[in-house]
């Protein structure tokens, strides 16, 4: 009986100790992406930059929304069927894009490490051709991203972007 006085009496206050703050908002709109710089009928994967066993898998859809995570490396992304699903529930998997010349912005989530909140995050890809992007990240590592077709994509929609 008093371990359930003292549990009732601790949790709560361990829970108000975590600190939640209002995620951060985009501050790009989400603009259908009609170009042919690059392919949308599959993903786009390549090592996490200063990796040498993660790669990310990048999805870009037609109505500029994009999705991602990260995984070691698979042959056919159907074998991580499970690990998609479940990303695609956490905010840090999505994001918008828009392409300039040769330049693919994408803007998203990322979890804060000290408090729960979402932080945005930017990045940038130069289009080498249709198949290959490339990537070079603040601390100067670098990577290419190779097009894999696939299909069906897993779907667009999400709570996260309107």
């Known amino acids: ?41 599959g993903y786009y994967t390549g090592l996490v930059p200063g990796q040498s066993v993660y790669y990310n898998y990048i999805f870009f859809y037609s109505n500029g929304v994009t999705y991602y995570l990260g995984h070691t ?10 690990d998609v699903e479940s990303s695609r529930k956490n905010k840090s998997s999505w994001g918008i894009f828009h392409v ?9 989530w990322r979890l804060r490490d000290d408090v729960y909140q979402n932080l945005l995050i930017n990045y940038q890809y130069k289009i080498i051709n249709d198949t290959t992007l490339f990537y070079k990240d603040s601390r100067g590592d670098t990577t290419c991203y190779y097009f894999r077709r696939f299909s069906p994509k897993p779907d667009s929609t999400n709570v996260f972007i309107k």
């Open 1 to 41: 009986m008093k371990v359930r006085l003292i549990l009732f009496l601790i949790i709560p206050f361990v829970y108000s100790c975590i600190e939640t703050l209002s995620d951060e908002e985009l501050t790009i709109t989400r603009t259908h992406y009609y170009g042919k710089e690059f392919r949308l009928d």
């Open 73 to 82: 490396f698979v042959e056919d992304i159907n074998q991580i069927k499970i």
């Open 100 to 108: 300039k010349n040769d330049t693919i912005a994408i803007q998203g």
